[in-house]
């Protein structure tokens, strides 16, 4: 009863992304890995920049766009979903309510969502953390969670060593920044060593899988995440956790994702992030993401306020007025040309 009056306000908060397509893509998913409560499953996808999904008892499940943008591929997907789908089989979420020190803790992580609504994603930062803490379960739990999401990824066909994969990956975000929002899926979850290697020994005890599905569904993922990671990318840089958010454009071009986008995306993090080296750094990036037709109109926007702040007004001037030439519908339209004629008046 407390979830579906959680759940009752956590539908129509902002952050809830309204997207057919990749809804209809999660869904098929579940119901591949656990048929038996795939009827019990609601999901949602919620713009949420960080790793994390997560399984309420009454079948309330999130899926994050930051756990979106950091996959692989569709296998190292499935773990994470087969995982939450054993925590919901086993009903460990109840378990987790009765030793909960109140209610009002246990239903903040699965509530999160509704904190935005009103502030976007960067007012969702500062609870992010605590939240994190309160959906620990025991390493027990943890355990059997992650034995019965293998059964259901060798089931559907997955290969059971991309999870291993996974949790190193986010593991080296997580110290790469050091913050307790990066590493919220670890407040809830067991450290990736000693996971990596109990799901290792556990997957060489399964039988050959006579064939898997990696290869044949990463098609399909990729078209999806290639059609929404930039947006997903521009929450991260807002939350202001630039070294996390290098990381990921690290991961993302060793994915071969486009660099043009990419080193614009650098050229954001050093210019926000404002060291001593930073904004050489991402003036440089920009120049990069600029070799490129395709790189976003906003480079030149940007070049255009790293080179007015180190006063080359000529080139400052250059700048924004290809920056307005390539995006003549700009919302900043307005403002730019105000750079331009204080530019030229100085």
């Known amino acids: 009863m407390k979830m579906n009056e959680a759940e009752r306000s956590f539908a129509t908060s902002a952050l809830i992304i309204k997207d057919a397509e ?9 119901c591949r890995l656990a048929k038996e409560v795939c009827s019990d499953i609601r999901l949602y996808v919620v713009r949420i920049p960080y790793f994390n999904a997560s399984m309420a008892p009454n079948g309330v499940m999130q899926v994050w766009t930051g756990l979106l943008l950091r996959l692989e591929n569709e296998a190292q997907l499935a773990t994470v979903l087969a995982h939450e789908l054993a925590h919901y089989k086993k009903r460990h979420a109840i378990r987790m309510w009765n030793s909960a020190r109140n209610t009002t803790d246990f239903l903040a992580f699965f509530s999160i969502a509704t904190g935005g609504v ?9 609870g992010l953390g605590a939240a994190g803490s309160i959906q620990v379960y025991s390493r027990d739990l943890e355990t ?10 060798y089931r559907a066909g ?8 996974l949790w190193e990956k986010i593991k080296g975000e997580a110290d790469a920044g050091g913050r307790e929002t990066t590493a919220i899926f670890f407040a809830s979850h067991p450290p990736a060593e000693d ?3 109990n799901l290792k020994v556990r997957a060489e005890k399964y039988p050959e899988q006579p064939s898997l599905l990696l290869r044949q569904e ?18 991260l840089i807002d939350t202001g956790s630039y070294e996390e958010t290098l990381f990921v454009i690290d991961g993302l071009e060793e994915r071969g994702f486009n660099p043009a986008a990419l080193n614009f ?8 992030r404002s060291g001593e080296e930073d904004l050489f750094k991402a003036k440089e990036a920009y120049l990069k993401a600029a070799t490129s037709e395709d790189s976003p109109a906003k480079t030149y926007k940007n070049l255009g306020l790293i080179a007015k702040r180190q006063k080359e007004d000529g080139k400052a001037i250059k700048y924004f007025e290809i920056y307005l030439a390539r995006y003549p519908e700009a919302s900043d339209r ?3 040309e105000s750079y331009i004629k204080q530019l030229r008046k100085s």
């Open 218 to 235: 990463d098609q399909k993922f990729r078209v999806l995440v290639d059609a929404r990671w930039q947006g997903w990318v521009k929450d």
């Open 144 to 153: 059997e969670a992650d034995e019965i999401g293998q059964d259901y990824l």
């Open 22 to 30: 990749l809804q209809s893509y999660l869904e098929d998913m579940i």
């Open 118 to 126: 009103g502030y976007g994603v960067v007012g969702l930062v500062a």
């Open 265 to 272: 995306f650098r050229g954001d993090v050093y210019r926000r």
């Open 195 to 197: 996971r990596v290697e």
């Open 334 to 336: 307005f403002l730019v």
């Open 158 to 165: 997955y290969d059971l060593a991309e999870a291993g994969r």
